[in-house]
C-alpha cells in the first residue's frame, strides 16, 4: 500500500514537473510563476505525508503549506493544530475527504461586523466575504427593494468593529392599479419618482389619487383608475364545500376536522366603467377556475346529552302528556314497571339503556332519554314492530324483554 503511495505521488510529480517545462516553452512568464511557486511550496512544506496541504488564512494573509496523511480537512487542521470557530469559513469544507495529492485551502475567519438596520444596531460574528452573506450570517430578512451598503466603521474604537453594514428599508405601500390592489415595496421619494421606478406609464385617460408630487411615506396607499371602459382580471377565492358527517356515538356540539378544506382561485375578469375614479358599473365577462378548492369534512355529535329528568310528575301524567291511547295504558303500565319501574333515570349499568322505556342506545330517543314523556313517545312508535302495544306485552311476556 506504501509502495503504490509513493509511486503516485513521484509519478504525479513527474507529470507536474513536464507540464511546468511545456509551460515554460508556450506560455507567459507569470504561468511559469504559478508552477515554480507551486512547486516551491511542495517543496517547502513541513511535516511527513503524501498529501500537501496549501493553506491561507486571510486573518493574518499569510500561505503556509504541510504534509499529511489525514483523510479529511479537519483531521489534517487538528493535527497540525490549526483552531477553527464555529462562525469560521474553510473551503473546502472540514469534512471533505482528501483524496488528491495537493489541496489549496482557505480559511475566512470570522471578524465583528456592525449591523445598523433603521433604528436597530446589532454586532455579529462573521466570516462571509459580501453583503449578502452577512445579512444571511445575522438571519435578517430582506427584500429585493432594500438597500445594503457595506463601509468601515465610523467609530472603529468605540465599536470594536471594522466593517459596518447599513439596511435601508424599503417603505411599504398599498396601490389599487386599475382596480386590482397591491401591497408594495419603494425606495422612491415620491409618488412620480414610484411610477418611473415601476415602470408605470399613464395614458391621457388614467389619473392618480393624489399629486405626483406627493411625498410616500411607510404605510401609504393611493389609487391609479382609467376612465371610460375598461376591462380588469383579478384573482378571486372559491369557498371550499363542508360535508358534515353524523356521529351517533358523539354528543350534539361535538365537531371535529377529518379532513381539512382549501379554498380554491378563480381568474375573473369584469367589464368596469369609471368616473371621476369611481367605479359606476362592473359586468363579469368570463371565469377560469384556476385552483380547485378541497371539500372539508367534519365529524359532528348526534347524540343527545344525557340530562337527568328532575321535572317531577306522575305516571298518569306522563302518559296524558305523551298522547298514547288511554286504552293502552295497562300494557304501558305492565312494560315500563318492568323495565324501569317508573324511574326516569333509570339506568342499565352494563348495557347503557336508560329511561322508563329502557332505549339502547340512549341517544335514540328524540330529545332526552332520560326525559319520561320523550321516552313514552319513543316507546310508542317502537311497539309497532309488534303490532301494537297488545302485541308488544305479549313478546315481553314471552321473553322478557321487548
Known amino acids: 500500500m506504501w509502495k503504490n503511495s509513493t509511486k503516485y505521488f513521484l509519478v504525479n510529480s513527474r507529470l507536474r514537473t513536464k507540464f511546468c517545462v511545456a509551460a515554460f516553452a508556450f506560455i507567459?512568464?507569470?504561468?511559469?510563476?504559478?508552477?515554480?511557486?507551486?512547486?516551491?511550496?511542495?517543496?517547502?512544506?513541513?511535516?511527513?505525508?503524501?498529501?500537501?496541504?496549501?493553506?491561507?488564512?486571510?486573518?493574518?494573509?499569510?500561505?503556509?503549506?504541510?504534509?499529511?496523511?489525514?483523510?479529511?480537512?479537519?483531521?489534517?487542521?487538528?493535527?497540525?493544530?490549526?483552531?477553527?470557530?464555529?462562525?469560521?469559513?474553510?473551503?473546502?469544507?472540514?469534512?471533505?475527504?482528501?483524496?488528491?495529492?495537493?489541496?489549496?485551502?482557505?480559511?475566512?475567519?470570522?471578524?465583528?461586523?456592525?449591523?445598523?438596520?433603521?433604528?436597530?444596531?446589532?454586532?455579529?460574528?462573521?466570516?462571509?466575504?459580501?453583503?449578502?452573506?452577512?445579512?444571511?450570517?445575522?438571519?435578517?430578512?430582506?427584500?429585493?427593494?432594500?438597500v445594503i451598503s457595506v463601509t468601515q466603521a465610523q467609530n472603529t474604537a468605540e465599536d470594536g468593529v471594522a466593517t459596518s453594514?447599513?439596511?435601508?428599508?424599503?417603505?411599504?405601500?398599498?396601490?389599487?392599479?386599475?382596480?386590482?390592489?397591491?401591497?408594495?415595496?419603494?425606495?422612491?421619494?415620491?409618488?412620480?419618482?414610484?411610477?418611473s421606478e415601476k415602470s408605470i406609464k399613464l395614458s391621457k385617460n388614467d389619473e392618480v389619487s393624489v399629486p405626483l408630487d406627493t411625498k410616500i411615506k411607510n404605510g401609504d396607499s393611493f389609487s391609479i383608475w382609467r376612465n371610460g371602459k375598461q376591462t380588469i382580471t383579478i384573482d378571486e377565492e372559491v369557498e371550499f364545500e363542508v360535508e358534515k358527517i353524523q356521529d351517533a356515538d358523539k354528543e350534539v356540539g361535538y365537531e371535529q376536522i377529518k379532513e381539512a378544506g382549501e379554498k380554491g382561485t378563480k381568474?375573473?375578469?369584469?367589464?368596469?366603467?369609471?368616473?371621476?375614479?369611481?367605479?359606476?358599473?362592473?359586468?363579469?365577462?368570463?371565469?377560469?377556475?384556476?385552483?380547485?378548492?378541497?371539500k372539508q369534512v367534519v365529524i359532528v355529535g348526534i347524540k343527545q346529552k344525557t340530562v337527568l329528568y328532575t321535572g317531577g310528575g306522575t305516571k298518569s301524567e306522563w302518559l296524558a302528556a305523551s298522547g298514547i291511547n288511554s286504552a293502552y295504558w295497562g300494557y304501558v303500565d305492565a312494560i315500563v314497571s318492568r323495565e324501569?319501574?317508573?324511574?326516569?333515570?333509570?339506568?342499565?349499568?352494563?348495557?347503557?339503556?336508560?329511561?322508563?322505556?329502557?332505549?339502547?342506545?340512549?341517544?335514540?330517543?328524540?330529545?332526552?332519554?332520560?326525559?319520561?314523556?320523550?321516552?313514552?313517545?319513543?316507546m310508542n312508535t317502537y311497539v309497532s314492530r309488534y303490532g301494537g302495544w297488545e302485541g308488544a306485552y305479549n313478546f315481553w311476556q314471552a321473553n322478557h324483554w321487548y
Open 28 to 146: 507567459t512568464l507569470g504561468g511559469l510563476g504559478v508552477c515554480t511557486l507551486q512547486n516551491i511550496s511542495n517543496a517547502n512544506a513541513q511535516g511527513e505525508g503524501n498529501k500537501v496541504l496549501s493553506v491561507y488564512d486571510n486573518n493574518t494573509s499569510t500561505r503556509t503549506s504541510f504534509r499529511t496523511d489525514a483523510k479529511t480537512v479537519r483531521a489534517a487542521f487538528e493535527d497540525r493544530g490549526i483552531e477553527i470557530s464555529k462562525q469560521d469559513k474553510v473551503e473546502p469544507g472540514l469534512d471533505e475527504e482528501l483524496s488528491e495529492v495537493d489541496y489549496n485551502v482557505n480559511i475566512y475567519r470570522a471578524k465583528p461586523v456592525l449591523i445598523e438596520d433603521g433604528a436597530v444596531r446589532e454586532k455579529i460574528m462573521s466570516s462571509s466575504q459580501t453583503s449578502d452573506g452577512i445579512v444571511k450570517d445575522a438571519g435578517i430578512k430582506v427584500y429585493d427593494e432594500d
Open 340 to 378: 324501569s319501574g317508573w324511574n326516569p333515570n333509570a339506568t342499565n349499568a352494563s348495557s347503557g339503556a336508560c329511561g322508563l322505556a329502557q332505549a339502547l342506545p340512549c341517544s335514540k330517543v328524540p330529545g332526552n332519554g332520560y326525559n319520561p314523556i320523550d321516552s313514552l313517545r319513543w
Open 165 to 195: 453594514l447599513k439596511i435601508t428599508r424599503a417603505k411599504e405601500i398599498t396601490v389599487d392599479i386599475f382596480g386590482k390592489q397591491t401591497h408594495l415595496r419603494t425606495q422612491a421619494d415620491t409618488v412620480k419618482d414610484f411610477l
Open 267 to 294: 381568474s375573473v375578469t369584469y367589464e368596469v366603467e369609471i368616473r371621476n375614479g369611481q367605479e359606476v358599473s362592473r359586468n363579469k365577462i368570463s371565469e377560469v377556475e384556476t385552483k380547485k378548492s378541497k
